[in-house]
């Protein structure tokens, strides 16, 4: 009588951490919850305004295309709802309505659908909403509300608007650093984004290699080639005003680790990391716009297939040959 053959042979990964697609999504949704209420705080209703109807347009966006190419609805996968929310916390508070819901709609219809739905897309939808806003509406993308927590000491524009010199006659880095300071709804507060990006690292949803070098890089050549001529040149750059203001902790720890549109690899991610803060600092200091981040991460995006290609992981169980 033969043995029963128990021995069953499947295709990798034989190991699976028990992370889903929903359980990330939904994490990093949590993360932002903190610096998006900060927001709402610092700028009043109006903030929660555009974040519900930031939200609220992605995830109908996203049921209506699901239908209508009858696939399985994903709306519980909280990829729309980060989306959405994404998109809410790098707008203005008191930006037009509609403003908001067409970044949304562009963010979920074309930049995502368009090339097959979650996973993928080749760029960051978030991002690519924000852009497509950014040149569609610029007027209205870079008119800036007071903070509500200090109202008097901040009217004009934001921070990186101004500049470091001007910002600190009247502002301090801990108003940075606390985020009671105009700007974008979800960007303002450094320490509640910090504070998320250590849950993630806990998580191991993101890694070190992308914030590091992308950060890294950018303070470095801050520092060097950042400072006036009135400071007296090179190695003069105020980095730590240009960490705590704009968007640069938001990128670096929320858009730029986006799993989906990074390289796979450890060597690609700090490649990938070091581009996207060379292209933030030649936008930011000699660029026609304040800010970079949004734009560096989308033309890094660009290059991650050929990244991809010239730096492949190792395969599991190989061993470099030693040279005789």
Not at 35 to 58: E, P
Not at 83 to 94: D, F, K, Q, S, Y
Not at 171 to 176: F, I, V
Not at 281 to 301: C, D, K, Q, T, W
Request: hydrophobic residues 50%.
């Amino acid at each position: 009588m033969e043995k029963e053959n128990n021995l069953k042979i499947t295709s990798s990964p034989h190991f699976h951490s028990g992370e889903t697609t929903a359980k990330i999504m939904w994490s990093v949704v949590i993360c932002l919850i903190p610096a998006s209420a900060w927001g709402i705080y610092n700028f009043g209703l109006q903030a929660l305004l555009v974040l519900l109807v930031s939200i609220g347009s992605a995830m109908l966006t996203e049921f209506i295309i699901t239908t209508l190419l009858k696939k399985k609805h994903t709306l519980l996968d909280g990829s729309a709802f980060l989306t959405g929310l994404l998109i809410g916390c790098n707008m203005p508070p008191a930006i037009p309505g509609f403003i908001p819901v067409i970044a949304s709609v562009f963010a979920i219809a074309v930049v995502k659908h368009t090339f097959g739905g979650l996973g993928r897309n080749w760029m960051n939808p978030a991002l690519a909403g924000r852009v497509f806003a950014m040149f569609c509406w610029t007027k209205e993308m870079t008119t800036w509300s007071p903070s509500a927590v200090t109202p008097d000491a901040f009217t004009g524009a934001t921070p990186l608007a101004v500049g470091a010199g001007e910002f600190l006659k009247s502002g301090t880095y801990l108003d940075l650093f606390l985020g009671t300071i105009p700007g974008c709804i979800g960007e303002v507060s450094a320490l509640l984004l910090l504070a998320g990006a250590i849950y993630l690292f806990f998580k191991r949803i993101i890694t070190w290699e992308i914030p590091v070098s992308y950060i890294g890089v950018f303070l470095i050549l801050t520092w060097i080639f950042g400072g006036s001529s009135a400071d007296g040149g090179l190695f003069r750059g105020d980095i730590l005003f240009h960490l705590l203001s704009g968007g640069l902790i938001l990128g670096a720890f929320y858009m730029a680790t986006d799993m989906v549109t990074s390289p796979l690899s450890g060597k690609g991610m700090l490649i990938f990391g070091a581009g996207c803060g060379l292209l933030t600092f030649l936008i930011r200091i000699y660029g026609g716009f304040p800010e970079g981040v949004s734009l560096a991460i989308i033309l890094m995006n660009i290059f991650v297939p050929l990244i991809n290609r010239l730096i492949k992981p190792v395969k599991f169980g190989y061993v470099k040959e030693k040279k005789q």
